[in-house]
């Protein structure tokens, strides 16, 4: 198996080309020692003085002066064109979760095949921060501190069924399908624990419970096996 571009022991920061609320991305920048560009995500960076550790993508939409203002060293052309930026960046990062900004709010076809990357990608942890919501592909089981009233969304990418406590509307016994039955606009009646039996299910909450949700993920051990 070819070695990732990237290694940390820490979370990493991927920067995609849309939409950043840029708080959250400064927040970022101090939690995550390591930082990625898919493409032109890297004028997101360089606009804050900061050089990313690796460039990933095609780069057909990085300018040329943004990519003079980088070592040759640190970009990495990936010319096929078979997948997405964002999936050719993840796929390239071995690190315990990823903080994806940039990946939401902006064109909708650009954020589907964000969900389906996640979907198809199960094994890398990787949580997706935008301006009004976070998304992760959830884990095999997840216990989260939310507040009562909280919106949790839950959005199937493939066929899933599992068991939830502390949700208003108990997922218990439902199958749930992109096509069938879903479970979004939910809200929290106590303490959360999700369990679901594949992956495909992806989580959605407020941008402010971003704490939670990671304190969640970290104390979550267990990840899905990687789709051959």
Do not use: Y
Request: net charge negative; aromatic share 4%.
């Amino acid at each position: 198996m070819k070695a990732p571009i990237v290694s940390s022991a820490a979370p990493v920061l991927l920067v995609g080309g849309g939409p950043t609320d840029p708080d959250a991305l400064r927040a970022a920048l101090d939690d995550c020692p390591v930082r990625v560009a898919a493409d032109s995500g890297a004028l997101a960076l360089l606009a804050m003085d900061v050089i990313p550790d690796a460039v990933i993508g095609d780069m057909d939409s990085l300018p040329d002066l943004g990519l003079a203002r980088m070592p040759a060293r640190l970009v990495h052309r990936i010319a096929e064109q078979d997948s997405t930026d964002f999936d050719k960046a993840l796929r390239n990062i071995d690190a315990p979760l990823v903080f994806a900004h940039g990946f939401l709010g902006a064109r909708l076809d650009h954020q589907l095949a964000v969900l389906s990357v996640l979907a198809r990608r199960p094994e890398r942890r990787c949580i997706l921060v935008g301006r009004p919501d976070v998304a992760v592909l959830a884990p095999p089981a997840l216990a989260l501190d939310l507040q009562a009233g909280t919106r949790v969304s839950l959005f199937p990418m493939a066929r899933v069924t599992g068991q939830s406590e502390g949700l208003r509307w108990p997922i218990d016994g439902l199958v749930l399908a992109p096509d069938g039955v879903i479970g979004t606009s939910n809200e929290v009646s106590g303490p959360v624990r999700l369990e679901f039996d594949a992956p495909g299910m992806v989580l959605i909450l407020p941008a402010t419970e971003l704490p939670a949700l990671q304190a969640a993920l970290g104390d979550q051990t267990l990840g899905w096996p990687a789709r051959v």
